[in-house]
């Protein structure tokens, strides 16, 4: 994707609600996350998946609740302390693999108002 068409986080003024929902975690990386102490964080759903480094994976959330270091502020209590420990899909949304996410369009701002523009496009023609 080229960058002057690339989503801006940073810029969008709901960023938030793409944090919401809760992400798959590797174990080691969420062993590294809780020793933080982070109060209210935790990790739910220990699943076996060789695609993640130590083999397992845990996620965020429980079933469609909200992540569980989502706070009140609307921020990620991991980003707050230590960047380098938020997930990678949470510092990639809403891209993964360099691509826009299959969600994007439901969960990021930006990218609805581009489906819709594309949609509405295609429709007229």
Known sequence: ??????????????????CRLGVWVDLDAA??????GIKGGDFFHLEKDDDYPSGYRVGTSIEDESCTFYTPDGLCAIHKIDYSLKPSHCKEFPYENGKLSTIAKYLCVAVKARYRKKKSRSASK
């Open 31 to 36: 062993k590294k996350i809780l020793a933080l």
């Open 1 to 18: 994707m080229k960058s002057k068409n690339r989503v801006k986080c940073q810029q969008c003024k709901t960023q938030e609600k793409c």
